[in-house]
């Protein structure tokens, strides 16, 4: 029972870690600041409330239905965990050079988000806060979940992750005051690094878990 418990917090600690380092709300900051400028600061904080219950729920839903569309798609975990550990590693070189991610929101979702009243969805939700990245990692860990127990403490990460990003654009305008432009972005260069450890970590499991299957046996 305690070693359950155990393994269960282990694998809580494992995931909150990982997606919050994707998701990357702190990236995040500058970008909704410039997607909401013409915002006052309460209507900011609405939006921020919106997008990032939206992005919860999208995860959400690909943490309960992932196994499902694997299974449907005769997609092996291990092509999830190869593929997702390439298209994060490409994410964080972006983030090393501490340029938004393209796979978040490219400078024309931006100009246009500025002229939309609600950017609660996209490209706030959608996919700056739950996008390929985010999916992938949740992807790969509701694949390994056991049971049921296993994939509502997925879900109560998800919470926590998504319960402090919220605070982070909360107070977005207070963090870009305090950290300054400089501080954004030795924070984003920080975060990119720890994902490219976790990018190809993603890779390598996938390899190990794949060889046996692709092993030519012996005569």
Known sequence: MIQSAATHMEQLIVFVVQLFVIVDPLAAVP?????????????RRSIARRGCSIGLLAIVFFLVAGPSLLRYFAINTSAVQISGGLLLFVIALELLYGNPTGTQ???KEERL????????VTPLAIPLL???????TCLVFSSQASDALSV???IGGAVIVFSAAYLLLH????????????GMKVAVRIIGLILAF???????????ALWPAVKVPSA
């Open 198 to 208: 976790i990018a190809v970590q993603y890779v390598i499991n996938g390899i190990t």
């Open 113 to 120: 988000a500025e002229k939309k009243e609600d950017v609660s």
């Open 130 to 136: 739950a996008g390929p990245g985010a999916i992938v």
């Open 31 to 43: 970008i909704f600041l410039a997607i909401t400028v013409s915002h006052t600061k309460q209507e």
């Open 152 to 154: 509502l403490i997925l």
């Open 171 to 182: 107070w977005a305008d207070e963090l870009a005051r305090i950290f300054g432009e400089l």
């Open 105 to 107: 929101t490219s400078s």
